[in-house]
């Protein structure tokens, strides 16, 4: 049995639509895998009961068949399903990285991210790499159709998860589909400030470089309290706060030393709006790790 912990992820970063993706030090989900005349899937954890375990509907599965790899495969989620925390993409991710090692496939860790991508496909309709990227190799991680670039940042980040579900396929309805050039100039400006903070590594920079005036304010709609909480993070200390991947978690960048009241403020300010919330004080993380059989 070859057993692996893939971690959640935060994508798009605001100015970084489909394109940048973090990976957290925390929630994870454990995948572990067994050899199998055909593949079986047994998921249990947060969530378990919304995920269908029928191999042609599972992430897992696609991952399976891509990689020609029968197996047994148990997913106990930590990443709760339309999270905005890349859910599909960490169980994905696993799978791809168990089964590679499984059957000694050969794979790289970069060939093994649009191998995840494909299982990521079936949970989400589309096949993006920004949340399995940094599932797999950790980092921040940029990732384009030419390939992924990864940076290892050390940022300290709270992902706060309201208690209401926001499917990415709604979500992808919303973006707009065009921009103004002021637009795209703005959001450039935004993506490449972030990129220079993550390099460094200054929380300063990565969170004046998060903001982004497409498609975050088309999404905030969908998330009950979203303003409120940014504001409330903010004035808590946070340096950039926006929404994670398609929602509703909303993720903000931070301190070591403020991390705590950022999280604390952002559940107060959901439960103020009427939503329960449970923030996660996580930071920049490293990819899906094998264990020891
Ligand atoms: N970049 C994607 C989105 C992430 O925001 O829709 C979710 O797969």
């Known amino acids: ?33 067994e050899r199998a005349e055909e593949t079986t899937i047994e ?25 020609d790899a029968p197996a047994h495969i148990e997913v106990d989620k930590g990443v709760r399903p339309a999270s905005g925390l890349g859910s599909s993409a960490a169980s994905a991710a696993g799978a791809a990285v168990a089964l590679n090692e499984l059957y000694d496939r050969g794979y790289t860790r970069e060939e093994l991210v649009p191998i995840a991508a494909k299982g990521e496909a079936v949970a989400s309709g589309t096949a993006h ?3 399995v990227a940094p599932s797999i190799l950790g980092g921040f991680t940029i990732a384009t159709p ?16 309201p208690d209401i579900v926001v499917s990415t396929r709604d979500a992808r309805k919303v973006v707009p589909e065009t921009a103004t050039m002021d637009q795209v ?24 470089g998060m903001d982004d005036p497409l ?39 931070c301190r070591d030393r403020t991390r705590r009241t950022v999280a604390e403020t952002m559940v107060d300010a959901f439960v103020a709006e009427g939503v329960d919330a449970h923030a996660y004080q996580t930071r920049v993380g490293a990819g899906a790790t094998l264990y020891d059989s």
Do not use: K
């Open 1 to 33: 049995m070859v057993t692996v912990r893939a971690p959640a992820t935060s994508a798009n970063l605001g100015s970084g639509f489909d394109v940048f993706g973090v990976a957290l030090d925390r929630p994870a989900d454990i995948v572990s895998v």
């Open 43 to 67: 998921v249990t954890g947060v969530g378990a009961r919304y995920i269908p375990e029928d191999p042609e509907r599972n992430t897992v599965g696609a991952v399976a068949r891509a990689l």
């Open 129 to 131: 790499d920004d949340n």
């Open 146 to 161: 030419e390939g992924v670039t990864r940076v290892d940042s050390d940022l300290s980040l709270v992902a706060c998860l």
């Open 185 to 208: 100039v703005d959001t450039v400006g935004h993506a490449a400030t972030l990129v220079a903070g993550m390099c460094r590594g200054d929380p300063d920079l990565v969170g004046s």
């Open 215 to 253: 498609v975050t304010p088309a999404r905030a709609r969908l998330i009950d309290g979203y303003e409120a909480v940014r504001e409330a993070a903010l004035d808590a200390g946070a340096t950039g706060v926006t929404i994670s991947g398609a929602g509703p978690a909303v993720l903000a960048v």
